[in-house]
C-alpha cells in the first residue's frame, strides 16, 4: 500500500463504514493497544468499535484523521497519522465536552494478495491526550539543543 491508500481508508471512518470494511478479510487480527481492545475475526464487533469513530451523528464528537507518512510496501507497513477530535461529550471517561484534542498515532497494517487487511495494530500518544485535558500525565522531556 502507500500513503494515498491508507488516507482514504482514514477518510472512511468519516461516514463510510461499509467501504471500510470491505478493507478487511473475514480473517484478520485488530488491537488497539491503548484501548485494550482486541478483535479477531468478528467484523460486526469490529465495525460497533469503528462506529466510535464515525462522523455521522451530528450530536457526536468529531474525528478527523490525516495519514502522514507510510513506510512499508504493498503487503505491509506502518502509518503514522494525527488525529483531532472535537469533544462535544467525555471522552472514555475523561472530561473532556467542549475541548479539541490533537494526538498522533502509528498503525501497522499488512495485507494479503488481495489487497484486504489482515493485521492491524494501533498505537496513539495517550500522554499527550491527558496533558490537553489538563489531566496528570508523564511530563514532554526537553533536551538541550
Known amino acids: 500500500m502507500n500513503l494515498e491508500w491508507e488516507q482514504n481508508w482514514l ?9 471500510l470494511m470491505d478493507n478487511y478479510t473475514d480473517t484478520f487480527e485488530y488491537e488497539d493497544m491503548n484501548l485494550g481492545v482486541r478483535i479477531d475475526n468478528d467484523k460486526p464487533k469490529l465495525r460497533q468499535l469503528f462506529k466510535t469513530f464515525e462522523n455521522a451523528d451530528p450530536g457526536a464528537s468529531k474525528h478527523y484523521f490525516e495519514a502522514t507518512r507510510y513506510h ?4 505491509g507497513g506502518t502509518l503514522e497519522w494525527t488525529w483531532e477530535i472535537r469533544h462535544k461529550t467525555d471522552f472514555l471517561g475523561l472530561a473532556a465536552a467542549g475541548k479539541t484534542t490533537h494526538v498522533r498515532g502509528l498503525t ?7 489487497g484486504k487487511i489482515t493485521v492491524e495494530r494501533s ?3 495517550t500522554a499527550a491526550l491527558m496533558r490537553q485535558l489538563g489531566l496528570d500525565a508523564p511530563a514532554e522531556l526537553e533536551f538541550a539543543a
Open 11 to 19: 477518510k472512511q471512518f468519516d461516514d463510510d463504514l461499509d467501504v
Open 72 to 75: 512499508g510496501d504493498a503487503r
Open 108 to 114: 501497522v497494517h499488512a495485507f494479503d494478495q488481495n
Open 123 to 125: 498505537l496513539w500518544d
